[in-house]
């Protein structure tokens, strides 16, 4: 299972931006997916994540009422649409997957056995 973060880019606080997170490889089953973010200087932070039914949703508190993550089954992706941008919310984003026995959410990134590379969020005025 290969996963591919894209969608990042410089934006203005109060912005948006749609990042998405493509799964290829082994996507004849759908994964639990997060999305995580680590800024510089800091520890990786769990942001959201998604159940692999697609049921349950989950947000760190610092982004919930901002952020949606959503499944995209026909393209293999799990979108992250990201609202009202703040300076604290740059930091690369990376997306990952949990082993497909895992349906469920996870909040750790130990959780998580699948990581995919990043994309740069800057937001900046």
């Known amino acids: 299972v290969q996963l591919q973060a894209s969608g990042g880019g410089l934006v203005q606080p109060g912005g948006s931006l749609r990042l998405s997170c493509a799964v290829s490889?082994?996507?004849?089953?759908?994964?639990?997916i997060g999305w995580f973010r680590q800024a510089p200087g800091m520890e990786r932070e769990w942001v959201s994540c998604i159940s692999r039914s697609g049921g349950t949703t989950d947000y760190a508190d610092s982004v919930k009422g901002r952020f949606t993550i959503s499944r995209d089954n026909a393209n293999n992706a799990v979108n992250l649409q990201v609202n009202d941008l703040k300076s604290e919310d740059t930091a690369v984003y990376y997306c990952?997957?949990?082993?497909?026995?895992?349906?469920?959410?996870?909040?750790?990134?130990?959780?998580?056995?699948?990581w995919g590379r990043g994309t740069q969020v800057t937001v900046s005025s």
């Open positions: 990952a997957a949990r082993l497909f026995r895992y349906g469920g959410c996870g909040l750790k990134s130990s959780a998580y056995y699948y």
């Open positions: 490889g082994d996507t004849s089953d759908y994964y639990a």
